[in-house]
């Protein structure tokens, strides 16, 4: 798609408004072309990003979420009905066909994570349905489940993916439920032998799904004993579609209320002895026979697993895209507040916030943090959907790559939004703390990517792993892997930096050079650790390992900056997008001193702090025009984020839409219990 129709798009959707004089005044200073910005940053997203904008202006134009506080039966209800309406849209329009979908699922929910910024729910249950349900079918099914997907990209059939157990969640291998093959009905039996059993989380499960995917641990009879063949996924009914009730030997429940997102219906299933047809395996690496022999061309068991799980990273990649976006969101709307509100100074006027340079501090080093983190989740998405068609290709490297990329990104990306968006929410004081804000909406969603998709602290050893793997290819003098050129320099003492704190080569360079030290200083504290190399793998996780999967983080986000410079043909807008990156340089030198002064001395070090406070200078003329390059529709900003800044304003419309703001109580009466006592 061009770059002029995804403007008419968005900015269709962004609506015209009146801007105030703070606005005016805000504009005044900036140095850069916004819509050469726009097109920069915009060609890193997918068409179909723009495309879902224009489906919902069709259908009802974006629904304001901070004017949005309904109870969860009825949040569960419109976000059902939206992804049904949306999806309908894009078949009417022709921008997709379930067929399309099923030959792409990653490729349509990148596009729908656009949804991300305004109704998280819908975003969510897109992400259950596709990215989840059919993306599992699709990848672990063969010809014979070719209907069941097509209907649940259809939305023919709504699915849910059953993975996690009340008492097991990353250790998927551990998982308790069973499915035992019975060949005289050629049939398997699921069974939840424990409490730990029940499958638990599972979205869309409570109230609306017809079909799930349920992984179990598989189960056949050789030579009279019951044997078992591991981790197997299966797809099956559990609901009867004339009454929605469950089938006998299904037991379903709703999980109850959370402490967000309440729009999906997580829910819990036990299984008794229910029994499913032989075809309900999903069986692209593994099949049971009509008489019960089990069949793979793997023989590894681990192996086989592997390949199960490896399309799970897809939602890593996007939760990654989905973190990074909304810390913008939230920093975006902090930034547009701090330039109305006004607090101490001089008597006639008092100060903006946005003048301080503490409040610049707080908001504008995570903005240049998150706007790197950006870039690098978007090539992130891109380097997954061109590796989707060879992703289970033996020998394939680029899925090992994009598993380690993916893991990092997923832990160090949700790990610094939640700091971000609550200093967000501190930072707009007593109004942050308002609903209307949509801090508290936005930190609860982003607490959800936090969660799932594996825990944090786990992915990061998966990355680790990938890296001390790359050290021992180095070291045997093999290519090693993308993402990992660095361990080429070999770094086993800090560097002595002599370069221009200006020059982003140079700064690149001091950071490839680092993410090799703290690599091969991890190695050797793994190698000569007392207890022993796996011993020491947990042991050092706090420390050299962390650091390890921080500095290949940082690195690969600062090359892929560096590779988006190369596309911006605007000067003005290069400076501004450099000034973003070179703060970000500065911040995370100085946040990590122990690497930086012994690489720069301590004297060149604490010139870090004239070297960000020259760069906040520099980006307080441009800070509010940045916050419109980016793609939000401002109607999914708050009442304290809209682009014309006419805070107040919109403020106390949200705040009088409500219902019965001005009435009087219908309890009144208790307010005067103890004056109408008599002493």
Not at 164 to 190: C, P, Q, W
Not at 503 to 508: F, G, V
Not at 589 to 609: I, P, T, Y
């Amino acid at each position: 798609m061009s770059h002029e129709i995804a403007l008419k798009r968005l900015n269709m959707l962004k609506g015209h408004f009146r801007p105030s004089k703070d606005l005016k005044r805000e504009l005044s200073t900036s140095t850069f072309n916004l819509s050469k910005a726009q097109e920069s940053l915009w060609n890193t997203l997918p068409a179909n990003y723009f495309e879902t904008f224009e489906c919902i202006s069709e259908l009802h134009g974006i629904p304001d979420p901070s004017l949005y506080n309904a109870e969860k039966d009825e949040l569960r209800k419109d976000s059902n009905e939206f992804i049904i309406r949306l999806t309908n849209k894009m078949f009417e329009k022709g921008f997709t066909t379930p067929e399309k979908i099923a030959e792409n699922i990653d490729a349509f929910n990148s596009g729908m994570i656009s949804l991300g910024s305004f109704n998280f729910a819908t975003c969510t249950r897109y992400l259950v349905q596709y990215g989840l349900y059919c993306k599992t079918i699709k990848n672990l099914g063969t010809e014979r489940h070719h209907q069941e997907l097509i209907d649940g990209c259809s939305l023919k059939t709504l699915g849910c993916f059953g993975l996690t157990e009340m008492g097991h969640g990353s250790n998927v291998r551990g998982i308790e439920i069973t499915a035992t093959y019975d060949k005289t009905t050629k049939e398997f039996i699921l069974n939840s032998p424990t409490k730990t059993a029940i499958k638990f989380w599972i979205g869309a499960l409570a109230k609306s799904a017809h079909n799930a995917v349920i992984f179990a641990q598989l189960y056949i009879n050789e030579n009279g004993q019951k044997v078992r063949k591991g981790v197997h996924a299966f797809v099956l009914p559990i609901r009867d579609r004339m009454t929605h009730t469950s089938f006998p030997g299904v037991e379903i429940g709703d999980c109850g209320y959370k402490k967000g997102l309440n729009g999906i219906d997580n829910g819990w299933i036990k299984f008794e002895d229910y029994r499913i047809p032989r075809e309900s395996l999903l069986n692209r690496f593994a099949d049971v026979t009509e008489d019960g022999v089990y069949q793979t061309a793997i023989e590894s068991e681990g192996k086989r697993f592997g390949n199960s799980m490896s399309s799970l990273s897809g939602g890593r990649v996007f939760i990654s895209r989905m973190s990074s976006e909304i810390s913008l969101q939230s920093l975006s709307i902090a930034i547009r507040y701090a330039a109305v509100r006004r607090q101490f100074g001089p008597s006639d006027e008092e100060t903006l916030l946005l003048d301080y340079p503490l409040h610049q501090y707080r908001l504008f080093t995570r903005f240049a943090e998150h706007f790197v983190h950006y870039l690098g989740a978007n090539r992130l998405v891109k380097m997954w959907d061109k590796n989707l068609p060879k992703l289970l290709d033996e020998g394939n490297e680029q899925t090992e790559v994009i598993h380690a990329l993916s893991s990092s990104m997923k832990a160090f990306v949700s790990w610094s939004s939640q700091s971000t968006i609550d200093e967000c929410r501190k930072a707009c004081g007593g109004h942050g703390y308002s609903f209307y804000s949509l801090f508290a909406n936005i930190l609860n969603f982003n607490d959800l990517h936090a969660t799932w998709e594996g825990d944090s602290h786990v992915l990061t050893m998966q990355n680790q792993k990938f890296i001390l793997n790359g050290i021992r290819k180095a070291l045997k003098g093999k290519k090693v892997p993308e993402t990992l050129e660095y361990l080429s320099l070999a770094q086993t003492t800090p560097p002595a930096f002599k370069g221009d704190f200006e020059n982003i080569d140079e700064l690149a360079k001091l950071f490839a050079q680092r993410a090799s030290f703290l690599a091969n200083k991890a190695a050797k504290a793994l190698n000569e650790y007392e207890g022993g190399f796996e011993q020491g793998f947990l042991d050092l996780q706090s420390f050299e390992l962390k650091d390890m999967s921080s500095a290949y983080h940082d690195n690969y986000c600062i090359e892929t900056f560096r590779a988006f410079l190369t596309t911006v043909d605007d000067e003005s807008v290069r400076s501004i997008f450099e000034k973003l990156l070179l703060l970000n340089f500065y911040t995370k030198m100085h946040n990590d001193g122990n690497f930086f002064v012994a690489a720069l001395g301590l004297s060149q070090f604490e010139k870090l702090k004239k070297h960000i406070n020259k760069s906040l200078k520099h980006l307080r003329k441009n800070i509010i025009l940045l916050t419109q390059v980016l793609p939000f529709p401002e109607r999914s900003m708050g009442a304290l984020g809209h682009g014309d800044l006419q805070v107040y304003d919109r403020y106390l419309q949200h705040i009088k839409a409500c219902k019965g703001v001005t009435e009087r109580a219908s309890w009144w009466k208790l307010a005067y219990t103890n004056s109408e006592q008599k002493n």
